[in-house]
């Protein structure tokens, strides 16, 4: 685990090293524990490393044999071993033991589709020095961060925005990504907040070539053949999968934990955990105390974990403690992430570095499994449609009644409705919020039409209208914002944290089960609860979807309020020029302290304006950013 990055192409009259330099000294929380560079003409390449596996051999780069190949690698690569093996036959030879080792010789074999071979959460870059080309590649879901930009001819990567703002002029504020970040609650796509910076797509291999020329190619990894699995032998299958997935999670040759919450996807990893490691594991909650139903949350919590021996630090938050962590996790995560959970997310990776310096963490289960409030919706309209006329539920949605909201759902497709999980700012409340010149700048912009065509393109993929909602959620939503927070707001501390639902075994498996073993009675992940009964404690196999419980409308009515209107509202704010201040003040005017989306909306605009300040700010020079009206 480590943080990357280079440049290719530099300006011959910039200083290479000392510019690398900035760049890895601004990864320095991701790799505590080593740095390594590669210089060629034209070339600089570094990274700074978190030694979990082979801590002495598997120091970077690594090279090819003959030393024309160079390779940086952030992540974990599963299976290295078997890949070792059969690169050895074809007569590699290994410096270390390091299981990313395995890229500079696989891409000897393969070229750009080496990365078709691997099985792991991982962002490479690769220098061939005789053709002169770069190549980036990310792993298929986007587990690890990897972003790059042009400027002139040369071409910059990094695996944090902040690293790639140490070289070359800061950008301009992106338009089309604030755009989308009011409405995701995150930058999603490949155009990141600053204009010019951009995501290497997931499952994707950037190749820049000698000539400038930049292409990017999908890797093409075999789909898993299953036959028709009955209900139980689907659920068989699924535990067995788990198993072997928390199992290869488990390499390393450092101490690990697991972030526990009250739920079944946690459970499970901590479970299986447990069964491999016995008791040198250790687990990890937080909770805000005082607000609500936290209590039972961290009660179900201690009951998992005691159901196995495994010790449990358990952090009850407070609104002191919300305070500080709301004012550092903008920074730490790097880009605005509307995302309130973000907030014990923080304190939970800040206790666990103390001890260990890997967690694994239940995130991934519920775009695979069908996990979130609200996937059953399709089911509740049709019912509505079969019992309601057509020209009824028309008249009923251009009425003030009680279910026009419904009505009006029923009338429209599921991929032009489905905009994906936790959405902010809709169309008309984000067009009332901006200033007029920001509002005409977007004229035209839909940022929706990335949800829609996402949906679009699963349905000709063949997946049912579950499937295309859950591929929604995993393209839109599971890269750019879940995991970018479990990422950033981890390394941070110099902790890695791992994901073993996906793991490639058990995201193979959750695309070929149908529907139905995901969605039963209205509630999801019928198929991972069947396994959590087999088990977990029945509290636990049995609640509902929680997560680190976030009381944010209460937050920022009571302790947040004043840090929240302060700097929504002061002049710093305003000259910005991009949020109309009456539209900002009349949502502040809506917190009421009760639990409503006003909250939450307001959680968006706050992250953004801490960031702005904390960030681009800092990097930029200037008082407020330059807005790029004319992007």
């Known amino acids: 685990m480590c943080g990357i990055a280079g440049i290719v192409e530099h300006d011959p009259r910039q200083k290479a090293r000392d510019e690398l330099q900035r760049m890895l000294d601004a990864l320095k929380h991701r790799g505590p524990d080593d740095e390594g560079t590669f210089f060629a003409p034209g070339v600089a390449i570094g990274m700074r490393r978190l030694a979990i596996v082979d801590p002495i051999g598997g120091a970077q780069p690594f090279y090819s044999e003959d030393r024309r190949v160079v390779a940086v690698v952030n992540g974990e690569i599963y299976n290295h071993r078997e890949l070792r093996r059969d690169l050895e036959r074809r007569g590699h030879r290994f410096a270390g033991a390091s299981d990313a080792e395995v890229v500079v010789h696989l891409y000897q074999e393969r070229g750009a589709a080496f990365a078709d071979e691997l099985s792991g959460m991982y962002a490479v870059a690769i220098y061939d020095t005789g053709k002169r080309s770069l190549v980036l590649a990310r ?159 961290f009660a179900v919590t201690e009951a998992t974990a005691a159901a196995y021996g495994v010790p449990l630090t358990r952090l009850e938050l407070d609104p002191a403690d919300a305070e500080r962590h709301l004012l550092a996790l903008n920074f730490d995560i790097d880009e605005p992430n509307g995302d309130p959970t973000a907030l014990p997310l923080r304190a939970v990776a800040e206790r666990a570095a103390q001890d260990v310096p890997v967690v ?120 750019d914002e879940a995991l970018l927070k479990l990422d950033r707001l981890t390394m941070s501390f110099g902790l890695e944290a791992r994901v073993p639902y996906l793991d490639s075994e058990v995201v193979d498996l959750a695309d070929a089960l149908p529907w139905t073993y995901k969605l039963h009675d209205g509630q999801g992940k019928w198929a991972l609860r069947q396994v959590a009964k087999r088990h977990l404690p029945a509290e636990a196999a049995l609640r ?7 009381p944010i409308s209460r937050l920022l009515f009571g302790p947040l309020r004043d840090l929240a209107f302060d700097a929504l509202t002061d002049d710093t704010a305003k000259s910005r020029g991009l949020l109309d201040p009456a539209a900002v003040q009349a949502a502040l005017g809506r917190l009421n302290g009760r639990p409503s989306q006003d909250g939450r909306m307001v959680y968006v605009l706050l992250a953004l304006e801490l960031w702005l300040r904390q960030v681009y700010d800092s990097a930029a020079g200037t008082d407020a950013p330059r807005a790029g009206y004319g992007s």
Not at 438 to 448: D, F, S, T
């Open 139 to 297: 792993d298929p879901l986007g587990i690890k961060p990897l972003l790059w930009r042009r400027v002139g001819r040369g071409v910059a990567f990094a695996s944090e925005l902040r690293a790639l703002l140490a070289w070359g002029d800061v950008p301009q504020l992106n338009l089309r990504a604030l755009d989308r970040y009011l409405l995701y609650r995150t930058a999603v796509g490949e155009e990141t907040i600053l204009e010019g910076i951009r995501r290497v797509p997931p499952g994707c291999t950037l190749l820049r070539h000698a000539d400038g020329h930049v292409e990017v190619l999908k890797h093409q990894h075999p789909a898993t053949i299953l036959g028709d699995l009955s209900a139980e032998e689907a659920v068989e299958e699924l535990d067995r999968r788990l198993g072997r997935a928390v199992e290869r999670h488990l390499q390393g040759d450092q101490p690990i934990g697991v972030l526990l919450s009250g739920g079944v996807d946690s459970g499970l990893v901590l479970h299986y955990a447990a069964r491999a490691m016995g008791g040198s594991l250790k687990a990890y909650t937080a909770g805000f105390a005082g607000f609500g139903d936290e209590g039972e949350e």
């Open 360 to 479: 694994l963490s239940g995130e991934g289960a519920d775009e695979l499994f069908a996990g979130y409030p609200g996937y059953d919706e399709p089911l509740v309209v049709d019912r509505f449609s079969r019992l309601v006329p057509r020209l009824l539920r028309q008249a009923l949605a251009g009425s003030p009644l009680p279910g026009r909201g419904l009505a009006a759902r029923s009338l429209m497709s599921l991929r032009d409705r489905y905009l994906g999980i936790g959405m902010s700012w809709q169309d008309a409340e984000r067009q009332a919020l901006y200033l007029p010149e920001v509002r005409q700048a977007l004229q035209g912009h839909r940022p929706g039409r990335l949800a829609a065509d996402a949906f679009a393109a699963a349905q000709a993929q063949g997946h049912d209208w579950l499937g295309a909602m859950l591929q929604v959620d995993r393209e839109v939503w599971l890269a």
């Open 544 to 550: 509902r979807k929680r997560g680190f419980p976030t």
